[in-house]
């Protein structure tokens, strides 16, 4: 690895997962160098363990060799950037070896599976830092152009004193009830269902937007279906369907957290509501180009929500891609996210979200499941509340 103060002419990169994310990632190691300024780098090893299936997703995606160990790629002079795309209960082990190693490391969210495993992976972020190891977290709607702006704005001040959000993150692809079991359906490899897979999103954009921090949360959980059609028959699902909390922040503020893969109708609708004493925001992925902002210092009689349609080369990453109001795509954020990722490398500035910001979304995770498993603030209605004579 070279040292920090003599950085390489190319980084090599290394991939390891090439499933869902690491298609969206592969896709945008492919193009960012075409829309931003980045330093050069080469998409060297793709890492998974069917050697057929990497070979041919390595043809596929853009990668030059590839491995069935994830190790191997660690012990390599020529690697200096490792992109964790695997399952979530591969997180800690890989992060933490790899930054040992003096990597720089990209890492899918959340951050780990547990709260001791995200201590951890935090831990050795920081002492990679030290040494010039860059380190962050995948959250990567941080980078749509929408939620960049609306952090801008919220910063300015333009929608005053935030008094409480609403963020629900809702799809429906385990609605069907004949829907296979996945690792994302069992808690020793995904450590939460919803809650960790997406709910991490909302909580995230949160802290986010808001600058904020959460102080206090209460929870349910709730598993509709438990169990699916595994390999060998009937498997028990033993994650959250839907998640429900109700998160108390530093400033005052006040949030509520929702978050299904089984809100029939719904496909991937992280859905954004901020509200003020000077105005409000209102975000929809399902509509990611597009801002609503509602400017409450207007006289009563010409407010209303107006739509921003943030494509104008002004707003955040657009003057990079295409004239005004040739809008982006989910896929995009992806590009964002490593063009900021590489800047950060260049520049030897630690990235954000960090390690240590992963790690508040999964204290917040840990403490709405705790809360849930409690059940303390939980009142049993022993009565139904109807009147004792509904009368003919
Ligand atoms: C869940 O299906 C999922 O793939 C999440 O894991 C991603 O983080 C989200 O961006 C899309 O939905």
Known sequence: MSPPNNPPRTLGVAMIGYAFM??????????????????????KVLVGRDVDAVSEAAAKYGWKETATDWRTVLDRDDIHVV???????????????????????????????????????????????????????????????????????????????VRHVRAAYLQDWLADESSPMTWRLKKETAGSGALGDIASHAIDQVLFLLGDQVTEASGRLQTFVNQRPGANGLEDVTVDDTAWATLGLASGATASVEASRMATGQKNSLKLEIYGDKGAIVFDLENLNELQFLDATLPVREQGFRRILVNEPEHPYISAWWPQGHVLGWEHTF???IRDFLAAIDGGTPPSPSFEEGLAVQGVLAAIEESANAKSALIQLTTAAVPATTGA
């Open 83 to 161: 992109d964790i795309c695997a399952p979530g209960w591969m997180h800690a082990e890989i992060a933490v070896a790899a930054l040992e190693a003096g990597k720089h490391v990209l890492l899918e969210k959340p951050l780990a599976n547990t709260l001791a495993e995200a201590e951890a992976m935090t831990a050795a972020a920081r002492a990679a830092r030290a040494k010039g190891v860059q380190s962050m977290v995948g959250f990567n709607y941080r980078r749509v152009p929408a939620l960049a702006l609306a952090k801008e704005l919220i910063s300015e001040g333009r929608v005053g004193t």
């Open 22 to 43: 690491g298609k969206a990632h592969s896709n945008a190691w492919r193009n960012v160098a075409s829309y931003f300024d980045v330093p050069a780098f080469e998409q």
């Open 335 to 337: 590009t964002h996210e």
